[in-house]
Structures are given as structure tokens and as C-alpha cells.
């Protein structure tokens, strides 16, 4: 399936924000790939955000030396000023996701299969955009605790947020599992969560856990969602 391998490990964050580069520093540091979803309108150190349950500031960062920072990872639409799909027009939603696909594109230079609903909203609506725009696969926030492989990839849904109660007895259970199916263990989240919860020793947890496998691929959404023989 993944270059021989059955099971597949992805990871995917959203916002560019200053705590990506602690977790990239991370995601390097254990071997494994994750899916960065931008937002190329506001990707600016002064478009910042305040956290609702901690209260620290959070802020994205500047363009400059983004290419180099997310080097080997993969890069995603997220919108292009992370307007709610549900409360846009028709228009806007076009200019949300193919003028962010285009920003990306040229900047980053690779190309842009995929998309992270803002706020984790979609309806028919967006997936007829995401599709004329040439997006191939979009992420929801709806957390399934299962690792089998899904159809539908405009309505993808994760595995795990990295805070869910029941990741770390369903790492156990995706890596003790003996199947002649395939089985994907996609996780998510924002990197200012880390900051805000002051959790990053779970982050360190979860990769502890997860990397060094030979019996698994680590890979970027695009890898473990498009390719049947992933390289």
C-alpha cells in the first residue's frame, strides 16, 4: 500500500502560526511528515489571535523563511483569511480557495492538492469549489477513533485531535493491530494549543510512541491519502 507498508502515520496542523516551529523542530526530530494548512491572505506576524481559554496572544508568522521552516513537509490551503465556508457566497468561497492555492503554490513551489475547513464548516457548496478548484482532499474536525481508510476524501475525517482523552490507548491499539488491511492513524490539532495548555511533553509523547517503526510509513496527508504507492 505505503511503499509495501500497511499502516501509515500522518499528522496535520493548522494556521501558521509561531509554535509550528517548535513542533516542526519536533515532527523532524522523530522522522515524521505532517500537512501544514495556511492561510496566505493573513500569514503575517501582525495578524494575531487571542486564545479563548488561556488568554495568550497568539500570533502567525511572517512569510519570510516559511519555505525553508516547512522544508519536507506539506503544504495545504486552510482559506485564504480563514472565512467561515458557511458564511460565504459563492464567489468568495472561489476567491477563498483558489486565490490561497495559487499564493501557496508560488511560494512555497509545490503543488496544492489540499484543504482544512476554517472552523471545521462544510457543506455542498464547498466541496463543488474544492473540487473545480483541483482541491483532492479536505480534512473536518470530527474525530472517528478508527484507522480504516475512507471513500469519501472531500469529507475526511481525522483519526484523533492530539488532546482526545483516547489517543494514547488508540496508538496502542493502531500499533498492536495485526490486519491484511490498511490502517491510517491521522492526527490534529494547532500548534498554539500546545503553548496554551502547556502540554508539549504530550506532543513528545505521542511521537515517542509513534516513530521508529519499520512496519510504518510516515507520511503527508497527500501521501497517505493519494498515492497507493507513496515515495
Not at 483532492?136 to 482526545?164: I, M
Amino acid at each position: 500500500m505505503w511503499e509495501g507498508k500497511k499502516k501509515a502515520v500522518t499528522f496535520s496542523y493548522d494556521d501558521g502560526v509561531e509554535q509550528d516551529r517548535r513542533l516542526v523542530e519536533l515532527l523532524n526530530a522523530y522522522g515524521v511528515k505532517a500537512t501544514f494548512n495556511l492561510n496566505s491572505g493573513i500569514q503575517t506576524g501582525a495578524s494575531s489571535f487571542v486564545e479563548g481559554k488561556s488568554g495568550i496572544v497568539v500570533k502567525r508568522m511572517n512569510q519570510q523563511g516559511l519555505k525553508e521552516l516547512y522544508s519536507g513537509h506539506e503544504i495545504a490551503s486552510h482559506g485564504l483569511t480563514h472565512a467561515n465556508p458557511l458564511e460565504c457566497d459563492e464567489e468568495t468561497l472561489y476567491n477563498e480557495v483558489l486565490a490561497d492555492k495559487r499564493n501557496l503554490e508560488q511560494f512555497f513551489e509545490q503543488k496544492v492538492v489540499g484543504y482544512a475547513y476554517p472552523y471545521g464548516c462544510c457543506h455542498e457548496l464547498s466541496v463543488k469549489v474544492l473540487t473545480d478548484c483541483g482541491i483532492r482532499y479536505a480534512r473536518t474536525v470530527e474525530s472517528t477513533a478508527a484507522f480504516g481508510l475512507q471513500d469519501d476524501l472531500l469529507h475526511f475525517k481525522p483519526c484523533y485531535h492530539h488532546n482526545d482523552e483516547r489517543i494514547f490507548d488508540g496508538i496502542e491499539q493502531f500499533l498492536a493491530a495485526k490486519t491484511d488491511e490498511p490502517s491510517l492513524l491521522y492526527i490534529w490539532g494547532h500548534s498554539y494549543e500546545f503553548a496554551a495548555d502547556q502540554n508539549w511533553d504530550r506532543m513528545e509523547k505521542i511521537l515517542k510512541q509513534l516513530a521508529g517503526h519499520s512496519d510504518i510509513f510516515y507520511g503527508t496527508n497527500a501521501q497517505v491519502l493519494l498515492q497507493k504507492d507513496a515515495g
